[in-house]
């Protein structure tokens, strides 16, 4: 070639570029890619050798089959080695790099500037654009949803998490639009459409019951965020406890199924930091929390003032001391200023345990601790005056709370009446100090099972005065100090022998007291806790005072249940027989002698509960329990019958629907069946004790293969 010639291509090719430079980047690539295309289809002049070819092809075969094309799989094709496989494909890369003309570096020149450019020019199932595809990616562009980017998978990954957790932030416990969802991807992403749509699929979900409304997806925090949602809905807060069900309805609007436990709705939300204690039983969302934050700095003063004298306060005085200012930032009680205080107050005071407030540098104080400590400083021993003075006047002590933790605390024994002392003097006494007490003790049993302290102090008079034993108090504590493993030591002067059962009928009466000293609904948590740890007893006491006590009723059954005392609601006989008399008049003219409970609790008039208490279902159904009138039947207590129509135990219940509904033949799967739909139990299997009888041959009908066969061939016939 002549220099002449060569000069020549040089002008044609740089007017060539200066026109390529007038095209718009759409136009520039669209050449770029034709003729890189038609450069390789060109088989005058190849660009790869014919082994190349060979390789590129066949892993092209394997991706459009799904398989992976690895270098040890295509290697093992062509009968050469892994490495000369990569050597290979590198080749052919390069080369094709070098002959694209710049094709490569003007994508990720674009990249950087729009991220994304859609792909209107390869087909990965073109082996020719197959090449292409593989030289771009090789040199990090990548075709993602058919979208040309210079960013890596690590980096498009990494983003998508960024987005992801903003989005969370953004959308936590909110409803919003599909068009809004989008507009806000525009706004804080450079993805395409087909990018925005995966994430919107991938991380939201649509309501169930309100279309077009979405939220966010969260798997094992959906039922969080959902509670959320829904406690928005309520300005003024919610019952959590009170007004489960309409709460979870609400909530499985919009994702269906997703509560479907009994307090399942109330165990999730009390997880979200979002949602705060507000009144007693009354939580709300934060976002209708105004925080006073200056006045909360005002109460902190005040309290650091307050502790340089005391070392704890309870928030009822707080609350009470600053009411009028509190009210007219909207915190309406005790409740909402602790959780105010706890959430936004300093680290320099402590709040340990609602209503308690205490000084941050000082550990949390038992009630037990706090009273030895002020005894001890009053010289060892107090009346009853100083104990009420300092803890319900100062601290904010219930009267219950106080009495209690004198009774149970061994390190506080009575010295006389209305007289509290230490232990600490007594402490040297040993057993053989009360061996006199102890024969004596023993000796009456022998005659009876219940006597005074009184008696035994006063028959050891002179004993007792000689080891400092100076009052039958004092002797009474001491002794169930000692002896209360041996003895039942109820409450002063009373000893009860071993044989006289009575330490539960004692607790009984403590539930009783702490929950009508409540004056309100009273949680099992509350009540359990207090068991633990200010009885120091087990909570099945709870379970006891609840079977065997006329005092005590059910507001809510279960897990989460909660109760109120019959003084409370001020329930009395005369009540008790207004509503036995409408459910017996009812009863009596329904043509089964039995009905559903749910039904009876909608129709009958109930009368008026004090206290602001409202019925429930699950009081109506102990209240009538608790008459000898009506069995209540069935798991979920849904069941009534007025025993005087014949149906007197469950087991009269399954015998007269064996006899009656089935004709006095029924198979097993079709009982449990009905007994499913009248909601005897979940799954309509007969409860344990109605099978022992069965096995015993006791009950009025027989168990025979898939069946029950009733043993009145005359049939049930009620009174």
């Known amino acids: 070639m002549t220099f002449l010639s060569i000069f020549y291509a040089s002008l044609v090719k740089l007017d060539e570029r200066h026109e390529f430079?007038?095209?718009?980047?759409?136009?520039?690539?669209?050449?770029?890619?034709?003729n890189l295309i038609e450069r390789m289809k060109d088989n005058t002049n190849p660009i790869f050798k014919e082994r190349t070819l060979e390789a590129l092809k066949y892993k092209h075969q394997l991706e459009l089959n799904g398989q992976k094309a690895t270098l040890e799989i295509i290697g093992q094709h062509m009968s050469v080695t892994r490495e000369?496989?990569?050597?290979?494909?590198?080749?052919?890369?390069?080369?094709?790099?070098?002959?694209?003309?710049?094709?490569?570096?003007?994508?990720?020149?674009?990249?950087?500037?729009?991220?994304?450019?859609?792909?209107?020019?390869?087909?990965?199932?073109?082996?020719?654009?197959?090449?292409?595809?593989?030289?771009?990616?090789?040199?990090?562009?990548?075709?993602?949803?058919?979208?040309?980017?210079?960013?890596?998978?690590?980096?498009?990954?990494?983003?998508?998490?960024?987005?992801?957790?903003?989005?969370?932030?953004?959308?936590?416990?909110?409803?919003?639009?599909?068009?809004?969802?989008?507009?806000?991807?525009?706004?804080?992403?450079?993805?395409?459409?087909?990018?925005?749509?995966?994430?919107?699929?991938?991380?939201?979900?649509?309501?169930?019951?309100?279309?077009?409304q979405y939220l966010l997806n969260l798997n094992i925090s959906t039922k969080v965020n959902l509670t959320?949602?829904?406690?928005?809905?309520?300005?003024?807060?919610?019952?959590?406890?009170?007004?489960?069900?309409?709460?979870?309805?609400?909530?499985?609007?919009?994702?269906?199924?997703?509560?479907?436990?009994?307090?399942?709705?109330?165990?999730?939300?009390?997880?979200?930091?979002?949602?705060?204690?507000?009144?007693?039983?009354?939580?709300?969302?934060?976002?209708?929390?105004?925080?006073?934050?200056?006045l909360l700095e005002k109460i902190e003063g005040y309290l650091l003032g307050v502790f340089e004298e005391r070392s704890s306060l309870n928030v009822t005085r707080v609350f009470k001391a600053f009411k009028s200012e509190l009210t007219e930032m909207s915190v309406p009680t005790e409740y909402a200023l602790y959780t105010l205080l706890r959430e936004f107050g300093t680290k320099k005071i402590y709040y340990p345990k609602y209503p308690l407030i205490t000084k941050e540098d000082e550990p949390f104080q038992y009630n037990a601790d706090r009273l030895r400590a002020f005894i001890q400083e009053q010289g060892g021993e107090v009346n009853t005056t100083q104990l009420q003075e300092e803890f319900i006047k100062k601290q904010g002590w219930k009267e219950f709370t106080l009495w209690h933790n004198l009774a149970n605390e061994e390190s506080i024994i009575r010295s006389a009446h209305a007289q509290y002392r230490l232990i600490d003097d007594y402490e040297t006494l040993t057993l053989e100090h009360y061996e006199p007490?102890?024969?004596?003790?023993?000796?009456?049993?022998?005659?009876?099972?219940?006597?005074?302290?009184?008696?035994?102090?006063?028959?050891?008079?002179?004993?007792?005065?000689?080891?400092?034993?100076?009052?039958?108090?004092?002797?009474?504590?001491?002794?169930?100090?000692?002896?209360?493993?041996?003895?039942?030591f109820i409450r002063y002067p009373h000893i009860l022998s071993s044989q006289t059962e009575m330490s539960d009928v004692s607790n009984r009466g403590i539930v009783e007291d702490f929950v009508k000293e409540n004056e309100s609904i009273v949680s099992r948590e509350e009540v359990i806790n207090f068991i633990t740890e200010s009885v120091g007893a087990h909570p099945k006491i709870l379970d006891f005072a609840l079977s065997f006590s006329d005092h005590l009723l059910y507001f809510t059954r279960g897990q989460y249940g909660e109760y109120v005392h019959y003084d409370v609601i001020g329930w009395n006989n005369d009540k008790q027989e207004e509503i036995e008399?409408?459910?017996?008049?009812?009863?009596?003219?329904?043509?089964?002698?039995?009905?559903?409970?749910?039904?009876?609790?909608?129709?009958?008039?109930?009368?008026?509960?004090?206290?602001?208490?409202?019925?429930?279902?699950?009081?109506?159904?102990?209240?009538l329990s608790k008459n000898e009138s009506f069995l209540i039947a069935g798991a979920f207590y849904k069941i009534i019958s007025l025993k005087s129509r014949g149906i007197k135990t469950e087991l009269d219940l399954i015998s007269y629907i064996i006899e009656e509904e089935f004709n006095g033949v029924v198979k097993k799967t079709e009982l449990y069946r009905y007994l499913i739909s009248i909601e005897y139990s979940s799954d309509g299997k007969l409860f344990q004790h109605v099978m022992d009888v069965l096995a015993k041959d006791e009950a009025p009908f027989y168990e025979v293969g898939d069946e029950f066969v009733s043993k009145n061939s005359k049939g049930w016939r009620s009174t």
């Open 21 to 34: 430079a007038k095209l718009t980047i759409e136009q520039q690539l669209d050449t770029l890619f034709i």
């Open 84 to 212: 000369r496989v990569r050597q290979i494909l590198n080749k052919a890369t390069n080369k094709l790099v070098y002959t694209s003309d710049g094709l490569t570096k003007l994508i990720r020149q674009i990249s950087d500037e729009k991220s994304y450019i859609k792909n209107e020019w390869l087909d990965f199932h073109d082996f020719y654009h197959f090449i292409i595809l593989e030289m771009l990616e090789t040199n990090n562009v990548y075709l993602v949803n058919n979208y040309f980017t210079n960013r890596s998978p690590q980096v498009r990954e990494e983003r998508w998490s960024q987005t992801k957790e903003l989005a969370k932030e953004t959308f936590w416990g909110e409803l919003t639009s599909y068009s809004d969802l989008m507009k806000w991807l525009v706004d804080n992403t450079v993805w395409p459409r087909k990018r925005m749509e995966e994430f919107v699929d991938e991380n939201f979900i649509e309501a169930s019951k309100r279309k077009g």
């Open 228 to 294: 959320d949602i829904v406690m928005k809905e309520f300005p003024e807060g919610a019952e959590i406890y009170q007004e489960e069900d309409k709460l979870s309805s609400i909530g499985n609007e919009l994702i269906a199924g997703t509560f479907n436990k009994k307090r399942d709705f109330s165990a999730v939300a009390l997880r979200s930091q979002n949602i705060y204690l507000w009144e007693r039983g009354t939580y709300i969302h934060t976002s209708f929390v105004n925080v006073p934050h200056p």
């Open 437 to 488: 007490f102890l024969l004596y003790i023993e000796d009456m049993f022998q005659k009876m099972e219940f006597i005074s302290v009184h008696a035994v102090f006063e028959d050891n008079k002179v004993y007792s005065q000689s080891i400092n034993i100076y009052s039958d108090h004092l002797l009474y504590d001491l002794l169930k100090i000692h002896y209360g493993d041996k003895y039942e």
């Open 581 to 623: 008399q409408q459910v017996s008049q009812y009863l009596q003219t329904v043509d089964k002698p039995y009905a559903s409970m749910e039904m009876i609790f909608s129709q009958s008039q109930k009368p008026k509960l004090e206290g602001g208490i409202v019925w429930s279902f699950d009081l109506f159904t102990d209240l």
